[in-house]
């Protein structure tokens, strides 16, 4: 999945640094944006609890505005202390989404979207307790998501895109099993 995440990256890498870009065509519409953001992820170690974390990825959008094909590719790192459990819990997780969205334009330069589909996230901790390091890698963990969306195009050339998205899991003791993840994200039209 790693290998694939990097593969997806660099290539979308040589056509612009952290730029996206849309292609129209009479096929429909190709957009791709990077994503950035926080997330309120849900933790497992040492006890279950809500943290905040940056994410990164891109997003693939195929279609026509009001119903497009979306995938998506995340990844998030994060290192969080426990002094009194002499515990330091490192987590690296990969996330990959796909769903649909639809785009309705409010103004000329304004639409609001909706997405939703599934979400697989493969996550490996690395634990070091007392001195003694140990590697957890639990299985992939599917769920669906929904979330809405704002994007402001400047020029018809340049959008700006700032979203909420709502994970739906099955840790329903941390945070009534919804993980929620705002992002921000841009496109330049070519």
Known sequence: ??????????????????????????????????????????????????????FYGLRLRVGQPILAVEAEVQQARETENFPAESMEVKEESTTGRLGLSSTIALAPFVAFYLRAGGQAKKSK???TEDGVTETKEPAVKIFPYAGSGLTVSILKIFSLNAGITAVFTDQKQVNNGVEYQGSLGWSFRI
Do not use: N, W
């Open 1 to 54: 999945m790693r290998a694939l995440l990097f593969s997806i990256l660099f290539l979308f890498s040589i056509s612009g640094f952290a730029a996206s870009f849309s292609l129209d065509s009479a096929s429909g519409l190709v957009r791709v944006e990077p994503v950035f953001g926080y997330e309120m992820a849900q933790k497992i170690y040492p006890t279950p609890h809500v943290s905040s974390r940056f």
């Open 125 to 127: 901790y690395t634990i």
